[in-house]
């Protein structure tokens, strides 16, 4: 069976809500829609205060072309439009929606029919991609049209759908799968026929046997979507590590999936552009797995954006007695919530519940030099080398030691017997080395410029 | 509600820790450990028991005393010293110099360069070694097991002494079967009488991902391998690859003492860089240097070059471009 081929760890997979079959959450009484849930520069509000909206209105639009249009989730009067304090204790923009009733567009297809034919072409698809706000819904949130959108120069071989989901408790992909199977495969189609590649994989990990008995029943009737099971592996998800997986091919350094051919979906994501593309619904809701040890009932809920994190929890059985952390995606990359009274965004995959005991990090004592955490860096790294050099702030040594390469999935940390902060003190170097390449190829930018005003002048 | 921890993730490990591979160390140890008893009885109890204690005292007093720090015996790498340093000792060594010898070991090798994971040189062949420059008569003293138990010369030290007088291989007396090497019962170190119960441990250390294989692969490979190339040329003056491979601490080392973490390479060509020095060190000091084993001198001069491989040895990164 496949897999990538350098590093890699076996986490416990705990996928409690694997069996949940995925339930309509109500519509708040108030929904609060950040303009900013997406890489890329935020949204503009084009409605103001005491506005009718509707469900699937355009309220914030995308200003740029990395950049994502924002629809409201519910019908009612828009009541503020304010900065609030998000998941991650940052201030942002955003608009809140007291809700009145439940009053769609007319333009979106509300029936349960599934939408085979595709009939745009391919440059109609990418736009209608980018007018429905349809970001990567892995929990990256890269807006879809970017990615979408071949460079010049560059050709797109294979598209590669993500469904390896493999943070473990996550199941709202798999969920996902199970129901959504047909829909997914069309989704699939239609972003071949925008990327006019004849080959699609999907690859989804071993962990999940019906869900890949699912879509390769499903998959015979369409042509060129082959379903690709693979060994459960973390990071298998990382989109890097996922094309070696698939293709065989690792992207170079510093370059992207298209400079080696490849484009790269979730598959939530494929979900949300088929709903976009056949049915013509934005980006309004999404499946969100809210699990954990100490929860009652680990459920995987369809959610509109704007619901409040805490209405998710009382769902799924209540905020238990023992938590100790709630984390927002996977416990492997997710961020915890630094507060419980924010919303649902575009990237929030999952809701993770921790104890109080499994929220405690262990006390770190010397580093052993067991080279574990070498053997286990899916990029090949060498991550007890730059902890010591970002704590000591040797930046330059740091990018010598390819540092800007780390997809910070957590492998090294985990698997040292002497608790080590390994990735804490990475990201604080990353950081640093990141600032010193933008400063750097702005500087050459700025002298680049400089030559060439004098250089007219000269003429 | 309970306060909410705040950390950057990932938010879950796997288990292990510092005492886990450290037991799980003495635990590959015990087959060795019972065969040592078995053919040395109570001297080998006594010795073992001797320097165990004593490396475990010996850092818990200078952690408490000396360095004023919270103590870290608990985590298991003293009690490892204490049993790799009395395997390589010979099994009626006075007790007092088999302090002197933990002393040195945790002391010097280890406590004054910070503790476990800053030490340069393997503390327990740093021992060792120290003892064999300091005792060399009391050193080089073995026991052969049997009924009356007897001392005499190790298969290692007859070979040499016998090439050494002039003689061909073949000439020289007493030399052991090669099944004695390999089930045990030939004079020696604690540690080196069978090389089955140390391939016993290496087997435990592999299956519970305490080791990789580069180490003892490249370590033993290379021994044979060079021995080989000597043995082919003069079948009369050298010893056969397999005779080099079962004596000594050829066993002993390439499993348990080259492959410490912390005085060995991080990355994986590192490893069979620096086992391969270890093997090739080890066959030219047995076969033309002054001492009939080398095992120890090689892995300390190669812990020493360790650092040195890690610069130069990078793990193959993702992506990278052949240059």
Same mark, same amino acid.
């Given at each position: 069976?496949?897999?990538?081929?350098?590093?890699?760890?076996?986490?416990?997979?705990?996928?409690?809500?694997?069996?949940?079959?995925?339930?309509?959450?109500?519509?708040?009484?108030?929904?609060?829609?950040?303009?900013?849930?997406?890489?890329?520069?935020?949204?503009?509000?084009?409605?103001?205060?005491?506005?009718?909206?509707?469900?699937?209105?355009?309220?914030?639009?995308?200003?740029?072309?990395?950049?994502?249009?924002?629809?409201?989730?519910?019908?009612?009067?828009?009541?503020?439009?304010?900065?609030?304090?998000?998941?991650?204790?940052?201030?942002?923009?955003?608009?809140?929606?007291?809700?009145?009733?439940?009053?769609?567009?007319?333009?979106?297809?509300?029936?349960?029919?599934?939408?085979?034919?595709?009939?745009?072409?391919?440059?109609?698809?990418?736009?209608?991609?980018?007018?429905?706000?349809?970001?990567?819904?892995?929990?990256?949130?890269?807006?879809?049209?970017?990615?979408?959108?071949?460079?010049?120069?560059?050709?797109?071989?294979?598209?590669?759908?993500?469904?390896?989901?493999?943070?473990?408790?996550?199941?709202?992909?798999?969920?996902?799968?199970?129901?959504?199977?047909?829909?997914?495969?069309?989704?699939?189609?239609?972003?071949?026929?925008?990327?006019?590649?004849?080959?699609?994989?999907?690859?989804?990990?071993?962990?999940?046997?019906?869900?890949?008995?699912?879509?390769?029943?499903?998959?015979?009737?369409?042509?060129?979507?082959?379903?690709?099971?693979?060994?459960?592996?973390?990071?298998?998800?990382?989109?890097?590590?996922?094309?070696?997986?698939?293709?065989?091919?690792?992207?170079?350094?510093?370059?992207?999936?298209?400079?080696?051919?490849?484009?790269?979906?979730?598959?939530?994501?494929?979900?949300?552009?088929?709903?976009?593309?056949?049915?013509?619904?934005?980006?309004?809701?999404?499946?969100?797995?809210?699990?954990?040890?100490?929860?009652?009932?680990?459920?995987?809920?369809?959610?509109?954006?704007?619901?409040?994190?805490?209405?998710?929890?009382?769902?799924?059985?209540?905020?238990?007695?023992?938590?100790?952390?709630?984390?927002?995606?996977?416990?492997?990359?997710?961020?915890?919530?630094?507060?419980?009274?924010?919303?649902?965004?575009?990237?929030?995959?999952?809701?993770?519940?921790?104890?109080?005991?499994?929220?405690?990090?262990?006390?770190?004592?010397?580093?052993?030099?067991?080279?574990?955490?070498?053997?286990?860096?899916?990029?090949?790294?060498?991550?007890?080398?730059?902890?010591?050099?970002?704590?000591?702030?040797?930046?330059?040594?740091?990018?010598?030691?390819?540092?800007?390469?780390?997809?910070?999935?957590?492998?090294?940390?985990?698997?040292?017997?002497?608790?080590?902060?390994?990735?804490?003190?990475?990201?604080?170097?990353?950081?640093?080395?990141?600032?010193?390449?933008?400063?750097?190829?702005?500087?050459?930018?700025?002298?680049?410029?400089?030559?060439?005003?004098?250089?007219?002048?000269?003429? | 509600?309970?306060?909410?921890?705040?950390?950057?993730?990932?938010?879950?490990?796997?288990?292990?820790?510092?005492?886990?591979?450290?037991?799980?160390?003495?635990?590959?140890?015990?087959?060795?450990?019972?065969?040592?008893?078995?053919?040395?009885?109570?001297?080998?109890?006594?010795?073992?028991?001797?320097?165990?204690?004593?490396?475990?005292?010996?850092?818990?007093?200078?952690?408490?005393?000396?360095?004023?720090?919270?103590?870290?015996?608990?985590?298991? /790498? *003293?009690?490892?010293?204490?049993?790799? &340093? !009395? =395997?390589? +000792?010979?099994?009626?060594?006075?007790? $007092?110099?088999?302090? #002197?010898?933990?002393?040195?070991?945790?002391?010097?090798?280890?406590?004054?360069?910070?503790?476990?994971?800053?030490?340069?040189?393997?503390?327990?062949?740093?021992?060792?070694?120290?003892?064999?420059?300091?005792?060399?008569?009391?050193?080089?003293?073995?026991?052969?097991?049997?009924?009356?138990?007897?001392?005499?010369?190790?298969?290692?030290?007859?070979?040499?002494?016998?090439?050494?007088?002039?003689?061909?291989?073949?000439?020289?007396?007493?030399?052991?079967?090669?099944?004695?090497?390999?089930?045990?019962?030939?004079?020696?170190?604690?540690?080196?009488? /069978? *090389?089955?119960?140390?391939?016993?441990? &290496? !087997? =435990?250390? +592999?299956?519970?991902?305490?080791?990789? $294989?580069?180490?003892? #692969?490249?370590?033993?490979?290379?021994?044979?391998?060079?021995?080989?190339?000597?043995?082919?040329?003069?079948?009369?003056?050298?010893?056969?690859?397999?005779?080099?491979?079962?004596?000594?601490?050829?066993?002993?080392?390439?499993?348990?003492?080259?492959?410490?973490?912390?005085?060995?390479?991080?990355?994986?060509?590192?490893?069979?860089?620096?086992?391969?020095?270890?093997?090739?060190?080890?066959?030219?000091?047995?076969?033309?240097?002054?001492?009939?084993?080398?095992?120890?001198?090689?892995?300390?001069?190669?812990?020493?070059?360790?650092?040195?491989?890690?610069?130069?040895?990078?793990?193959?990164?993702?992506?990278?471009?052949?240059?």
């Amino acid at each position: 069976m496949k897999t990538f081929k350098i590093g890699g760890i076996h986490p416990n997979d705990m996928k409690l809500s694997a069996g949940s079959t995925i339930r309509e959450m109500a519509v708040p009484a108030e929904v609060k829609i950040p303009v900013s849930q997406h890489i890329g520069a935020p949204a503009q509000a084009v409605v103001a205060v005491g506005d009718t909206v509707k469900v699937g209105q355009l309220i914030a639009q995308a200003t740029g072309f990395v950049s994502a249009n924002i629809h409201s989730s519910v019908s009612g009067k828009v009541k503020k439009i304010e900065e609030f304090v998000d998941a991650n204790g940052y201030k942002k923009m955003g608009i809140i929606i007291a809700t009145e009733g439940d009053e769609w567009l007319e333009s979106i297809d509300r029936t349960d029919a599934i939408r085979r034919e595709v009939t745009m072409e391919p440059a109609e698809i990418i736009k209608r991609i980018q007018e429905m706000g349809i970001v990567g819904m892995g929990g990256a949130t890269f807006p879809a049209h970017v990615k979408l959108s071949v460079p010049p120069g560059k050709k797109c071989e294979t598209l590669i759908i993500n469904a390896v989901e493999c943070e473990p408790y996550l199941t709202s992909d798999h969920r996902l799968m199970l129901e959504h199977g047909e829909e997914v495969l069309i989704g699939v189609k239609i972003l071949m026929h925008a990327l006019g590649v004849a080959k699609a994989y999907v690859g989804i990990e071993n962990n999940k046997p019906d869900a890949i008995d699912n879509l390769k029943r499903l998959a015979a009737s369409f042509e060129g979507i082959e379903v690709v099971p693979l060994k459960l592996r973390y990071p298998q998800g990382g989109e890097k590590q996922l094309i070696d997986a698939i293709t065989g091919r690792q992207v170079p350094s510093g370059k992207l999936p298209i400079d080696v051919g490849a484009v790269v979906q979730n598959v939530g994501t494929v979900f949300a552009i088929y709903e976009a593309v056949q049915k013509n619904k934005p980006l309004i809701e999404r499946i969100v797995c809210v699990t954990g040890k100490p929860l009652r009932e680990p459920s995987n809920f369809m959610v509109r954006i704007g619901t409040p994190v805490t209405a998710l929890i009382d769902a799924a059985g209540g905020m238990p007695e023992d938590c100790g952390k709630v984390i927002g995606g996977g416990p492997m990359m997710g961020r915890p919530f630094t507060r419980l009274d924010v919303p649902v965004v575009k990237g929030t995959s999952g809701i993770t519940l921790m104890s109080i005991e499994d929220s405690k990090r262990r006390e770190a004592s010397n580093c052993i030099r067991c080279a574990k955490c070498v053997n286990v860096c899916p990029m090949g790294l060498e991550p007890y080398l730059m902890s010591t050099l970002a704590k000591l702030g040797r930046y330059d040594d740091l990018r010598e030691a390819h540092v800007m390469d780390c997809i910070e999935c957590g492998c090294c940390i985990f698997t040292c017997p002497s608790n080590r902060p390994i990735l804490d003190y990475v990201r604080a170097g990353k950081a640093k080395v990141g600032a010193q390449l933008r400063a750097e190829a702005a500087a050459h930018k700025a002298a680049a410029e400089a030559a060439k005003a004098k250089e007219a002048e000269g003429k | 509600m309970n306060k909410l921890t705040i950390a950057p993730s990932p938010h879950v490990h796997s288990g292990d820790s510092v005492r886990r591979n450290m037991f799980g160390v003495a635990i590959a140890l015990v087959p060795a450990l019972a065969t040592s008893l078995w053919f040395f009885g109570l001297d080998a109890l006594a010795v073992i028991l001797t320097s165990v204690v004593a490396c475990v005292a010996v850092e818990y007093l200078i952690q408490k005393f000396v360095l004023k720090v919270p103590t870290t015996i608990s985590d298991g /790498s *003293a009690i490892v010293t204490g049993l790799i &340093l !009395a =395997f390589n +000792l010979p099994p009626a060594l006075p007790l $007092w110099i088999v302090v #002197v010898g933990a002393v040195f070991a945790i002391g010097v090798c280890k406590m004054t360069f910070g503790g476990l994971g800053q030490n340069i040189v393997n503390p327990a062949i740093g021992g060792r070694v120290f003892l064999l420059m300091s005792f060399p008569a009391q050193m080089t003293t073995w026991t052969v097991p049997g009924v009356d138990a007897t001392t005499g010369a190790t298969p290692l030290g007859l070979m040499k002494e016998g090439l050494k007088s002039g003689k061909s291989v073949s000439e020289i007396i007493g030399l052991p079967e090669t099944s004695d090497l390999f089930f045990g019962g030939i004079g020696g170190s604690l540690g080196e009488v /069978s *090389a089955l119960a140390i391939l016993i441990g &290496l !087997a =435990f250390l +592999l299956i519970a991902r305490i080791i990789t $294989w580069h180490i003892p #692969v490249a370590v033993l490979g290379s021994m044979a391998a060079l021995q080989g190339v000597f043995y082919v040329a003069s079948p009369e003056s050298f010893a056969s690859p397999l005779f080099t491979l079962l004596t000594g601490g050829a066993m002993l080392g390439a499993v348990f003492m080259a492959t410490d973490y912390v005085t060995s390479p991080m990355s994986g060509k590192g490893m069979v860089i620096y086992g391969c020095g270890i093997g090739v060190l080890t066959v030219l000091i047995r076969d033309f240097g002054a001492y009939p084993e080398g095992m120890s001198f090689a892995i300390l001069l190669m812990n020493l070059v360790t650092p040195l491989i890690n610069r130069f040895c990078k793990p193959k990164r993702f992506g990278e471009i052949a240059k």
